[in-house]
């Protein structure tokens, strides 16, 4: 068995070498040239550092609906979301975690002069800006690796999108593995404050498993982990952020798995009683970086064990939500705080 990673440890190496306060930038991971490059429909843009994802509704006929970024963005955007809605895809090239899933090189998870470059927010937004209208997306997702090692870079981004005048047209997308408490750490009240009352921002945060054996299967990280993913996704509710949450079924096979997911969503609730009508069941695919960590048969055991998991999981939703909660807009589902 392979030793877990010890995360705070590298969470606090990777920050050293992924943000420079002093200049005001984030070690942003290149993509042209990586094996990442290789799975991408779009070509990179924005000099190698950039990347259109196509976000779509109903991907996957078994599974339920991801309505994500494109349900908060159409709301703040004041547009009608459609079938295929694009980001501006903006990777830090650091992450705290090593997911077997993960669509991301490692070698793009760790930053270092071949791999990545330093990049100013200013820089970004500009570089965004220069894409042609027709073919600008509307969204801008930060995306990594884990961006809250460098959580300066979210304010950062809303200070540019402001000063360049594309605030308004632009909606701010960006993931948290759950994993640090950066953000209250490192941050200023003014940047919490900022990232609290900037209206065009939505993050998303992933729940990495649903027990303490899956999260730990899924990440490589110490099952000790698995409680502080709630802790902080309560931490960043009180922030009063649009938030919503992932999680991903992956596992081992398990014999009492409807009982595991029952015991999640019970804790989902312990946050917040709406909390599951915000939360979306991320089916794991297999990139061609994936296909290079794990075999075919460990690919297919786990698709199956996630499928069963994902079954469970809109089973016990249908007992414990109304059709009519059911069928909200997940940017309509309101917490009750």
Known sequence: MKPYINVDLLSQSLRRRTVDTVNKKIRLAKISGSKQENDIISPVNCNGFGRIHHFQFNRFDEWPVDPLPMAPA??????????????????????NFRCWYC?????????????????SCEELVSMYSNISL??????IDCSGGHPEL???????????LINQEMASSTFLWSDDNLSTDFMWRYLTDDQLELIASYPGYARVACFKGFDYESFSYNTSASPELYDRQFDLFSRLLDLQIDLYAYVTFTSKPLSNITDKINLFIDRLQSIDPMLPLRTVPIKILPFGVTLTRVSDLFMKEADKWQTIAMRAWVDELQKRFSSQDLSLNISEVRFSG
Not at 76 to 92: G, H, R, S
Not at 103 to 119: G, H, I, M
Not at 134 to 139: E, L, M, N, T, Y
């Open 74 to 95: 159409a709301k703040y955007l004041d547009i009608t979301p459609i079938q295929d809605m694009t980001a501006e895809v903006f990777q830090l090239a650091s992450c």
């Open 103 to 119: 669509f991301v090189p490692y070698s793009l998870l760790s930053p270092n002069y071949n791999n990545s470059e330093w990049k």
């Open 134 to 139: 027709s073919q600008r997306p509307k969204i």
């Open 150 to 160: 460098a959580p300066e870079w979210i304010p950062w981004m809303m200070e540019a």
